[in-house]
């Protein structure tokens, strides 16, 4: 295969600084990649829109330095011209760029002001970056129309151009291959320089890939290292996606392997996962055409797919990576990567985004967590604490202790809502504050947590501020209690519904919850 490379998600809130990507280009060419992505988005300063930088984004003097720097080492750019386009989308200046206002990731791909500034971008990278390889990206783009052959028209007319306009710059385009096994039609206007990024996170690409081969595009398959989907990462199915990925590689011949890796805002850290990095390397500079691993390389439907997924129970390769980082190091990673997700219910391996970390944190009402997974965690078979608290034995950093921190906060916290509602239900409302009081203080030690994640591996800053909400909305339910708790609305509202945001004095029916047309 011609190209081994990783992306670095960027844009979920990374503020990578000179340093630290120095440090991710050496690790890179110290494990046999050959090129490394940054996905951009809107975390990078592009001097055709400096209305999209937010602080502390991503640098063309930065760029410039470590191509002078790492010359052998490919840095390409992964933006995002259409779907994934929210951090311009949601600026004021990118207001009216949307394809359905205030809602969804999608910008309109016939508005002629979003087409001017896709071009702007591109000469932007191509000035910048001198990979060869432009990634123009192109996936989840759900917004498109009606009909099927609507959808494919204008997904057509919206990257065929684009991309022969990055090959009139004299560079290649590489397109995400997933709204195309969707629209096959799409393929028949792409210039045949495209190459193609087939992304397959629960099987081998080998059979879904046939698709883009036999219309004669080169194809990169794209493995993931599982953290989206995990309080912190799934190491057995991280291995085996990658191995599967490299080996059908080698037997196809196919342009080469992208190891992804996403969302490490929302308390991910990069710093804990680069042995998982470097292992994915290893095994794409030494993959062999192995046929058969034990896991079908085509199966039924995505649910049986992530169900054969979830049984995976290996993660040797993985494990010594760690291991090479020290013996706790190897300890830690099997509990939290390995040992945490055979207790099942929100631990276990998924397809979907963590519960825990969405709730606790994403939607700034942390309540969300006690009242949609709560029953599930506090009842099912427990010793997820009791795991992170020995796993935080064998920590040998802030960032490992941050994550056995995560899941033992959370839990503190499900158990101290837990009893305040208890207590409320029993008209003990001065009990029930007494039980919430203390969560305030978790908010604060997991910002504590945040600020050093963005300190030393340059992570989000916006979980801080999340951090902030949480305790912010904590102390409007407390005041509630106080205020209504006694009968002076004429009702008692029920806890559920004081510790939802649109909580409203005299609103006894809960109107914001029952007609759904004023909940949007």
Request: charged share 25%.
């Amino acid at each position: 295969m011609n190209l081994r490379m990783w992306t670095y998600d960027i844009a979920r809130e990374q503020c990578p600084d000179l340093q630290y990507l120095r440090a991710l280009c050496k690790l890179s060419l110290d494990n046999g990649y050959n090129a490394i992505g940054l996905y951009l988005e809107h975390r990078f300063a592009y001097p055709s829109a400096p209305w999209v930088a937010g602080k502390e984004v991503l640098t063309p003097d930065v760029i410039e330095a470590l191509q002078i720097e790492f010359p052998t080492l490919q840095i390409v750019p992964f933006i995002n011209l259409l779907g994934h386009f929210e951090g311009f989308l949601y600026t004021q200046e990118g207001t009216g760029l949307a394809k359905d206002r205030f809602k969804g990731m999608q910008a309109d791909p016939e508005n002629a002001d979003f087409q001017t500034l896709c071009r702007r971008l591109i000469d932007d990278t191509v000035q910048i970056f001198r990979s060869n390889l432009i990634h123009v990206g192109g996936d989840e783009t759900q917004q498109l129309g009606k009909t099927d052959e609507e959808k494919a028209k204008v997904y057509a007319e919206h990257f065929g151009p684009l991309a022969q306009y990055v090959v009139d710059k004299g560079r290649t385009p590489g397109v995400w291959g997933d709204m195309y096994h969707e629209h096959p039609a799409a393929l028949d206007s792409m210039p045949k320089e495209t190459i193609v990024f087939d992304w397959q996170y629960f099987k081998s690409p080998e059979h879904t890939s046939k698709l883009f081969r036999d219309r004669g595009f080169r194809t990169v398959f794209c493995p993931t290292i599982f953290t989206y989907n995990s309080i912190w990462c799934h190491l057995p199915q991280s291995e085996l996606n990658v191995r599967e990925h490299a080996e059908a590689a080698a037997r196809l011949d196919v342009e080469g392997v992208c190891v992804t890796t996403w969302e490490c805002g929302l308390f991910g850290c990069y710093n804990t996962i680069l042995p998982c990095i470097e292992a994915s390397g290893q095994i794409l500079a030494n993959a062999a055409p192995e046929k058969d691993r034990g896991y079908p390389l085509e199966n039924g439907t995505l649910a049986e797919d992530i169900a054969i997924y979830a049984k995976a129970e290996t993660a040797e390769l993985f494990l010594k990576s760690f291991l090479k980082h020290g013996e706790t190091d190897e300890e830690w990673a099997r509990l939290m990567g390995c040992e945490l997700q055979k207790l099942g219910g929100e631990w276990a391996f998924t397809g979907i985004r963590s519960a825990i970390k969405s709730r606790m944190f994403l939607y700034s009402n942390p309540f969300l967590l006690w009242l949609r997974n709560g029953p599930s965690i506090l009842s099912g078979p427990g010793g997820a604490m009791e795991l992170a608290e020995r796993a935080q034995m064998f920590t040998k950093d802030s960032d490992q202790r941050g994550v056995c921190q995560l899941i033992i906060k959370s839990i503190e916290f499900l158990l101290q809502v837990e009893k305040a509602s208890a207590a409320y239900a029993e008209g003990k409302f001065g009990e029930a504050i007494t039980f919430l009081s203390p969560i305030r203080q978790i908010f604060d030690e997991l910002e504590k947590i945040a600020k050093a994640t963005h300190i030393n591996s340059c992570g989000s800053q916006a979980d801080a501020f999340r951090c902030r909400a949480a305790k912010k909305h904590v102390e409007d339910v407390i005041f509630r209690i106080k205020q209504y708790g006694n009968g002076t609305l004429g009702y008692t509202p029920s806890f559920e519904t004081l510790i939802h945001p649109k909580f409203v004095p005299h609103d006894q029916a809960n109107w914001w919850l029952i007609n759904s047309w004023a909940n949007e």
